[in-house]
């Protein structure tokens, strides 16, 4: 994901699943994801990758630091709180 246009892409297509609240940061590369507890991270993986991009997992001490700390004391909400996301071939 390089481009503002690809960073919306992304942003629009996580808050169209039901439940989502999304934002993504282009120069990180990184989408804070809150959620509704029944929304697994394979669901936003997923979503994600049927719009052409790659996205996995990541947690708050997956070495970023500048990270900030998620709202919610939520086991849940933090499994899904990062996700990283690449555009597919290239």
Do not use: F
């Amino acid at each position: 994901m390089s481009c503002g246009a690809c960073s919306r892409r992304v942003e629009n297509t996580l808050n169209k699943v039901d439940g989502v609240q999304a934002t993504v940061d282009i120069s990180t590369k990184i989408a804070t994801v809150d959620a509704r507890h029944d929304i697994t991270v394979a669901e936003l993986c997923d979503a994600v990758e049927r719009a052409g991009y790659h996205a996995e997992e990541r947690t708050a001490g997956h070495d970023d630091q500048s990270a900030p700390a998620p709202k919610s004391s939520s086991i849940v909400a933090r499994a899904i709180r990062w996700v990283t996301v690449g555009h597919m071939g290239g």
